[in-house]
Nanobody, 127 residues
Framework: QVHVVESGGGLVQPGGSLRLSCKAY?????????KAWFRQAPDKEREGVSC????????YYADSVKGRFTISRDRAKNTVYLQMNNLKSEDTGVYYC???????????????????WGQGAQVTVSS
């Protein structure tokens, strides 16, 4: 059974930084899998933020976060990070980590393409 855990949310002022962490337990060995970050603001649909696969170096970003957010992984810790810099008020929302047995590829930002989700971490950007 796959279990996904996020950590690292919080309150930050505009222009500040936060780092989110995501660890998945129970993924089978020797399979390709993707880990993606989504976010959902109040009264808005869940949107893809970034994605990284375990078997290649390809990374994907939403246009709204390019140049500010960086996704990375620590293979030894089986953990994926989302470093968020120069945060804006419009980045506020609940951030979810999702994983599945696939590569990111096209359609990485479609939530229906992922079966395993964490509980979410609140990120609030406010002065």
């Amino acid at each position: 059974q796959v279990h996904v855990v996020e950590s690292g949310g919080g309150l930050v002022q505009p222009g500040g930084s936060l780092r989110l962490s995501c660890k998945a337990y129970g993924l089978p060995m020797n399979y390709d899998y993707a880990k993606a970050w989504f976010r959902q603001a109040p009264d808005k649909e869940r949107e893809g933020v970034s994605c990284i696969s375990n078997s290649d170096d390809m990374t994907y970003y939403a246009d709204s976060v390019k140049g500010r957010f960086t996704i990375s992984r620590d293979r030894a810790k089986n953990t994926v990070y989302l470093q968020m810099n120069n945060l804006k008020s419009e980045d506020t929302g609940v951030y979810y980590c999702a994983t599945d047995l696939r590569l990111c590829g096209s359609g990485w930002n479609d939530p229906s393409g992922f079966d395993f989700w964490g509980q979410g971490a609140q990120v609030t950007v406010s002065s």
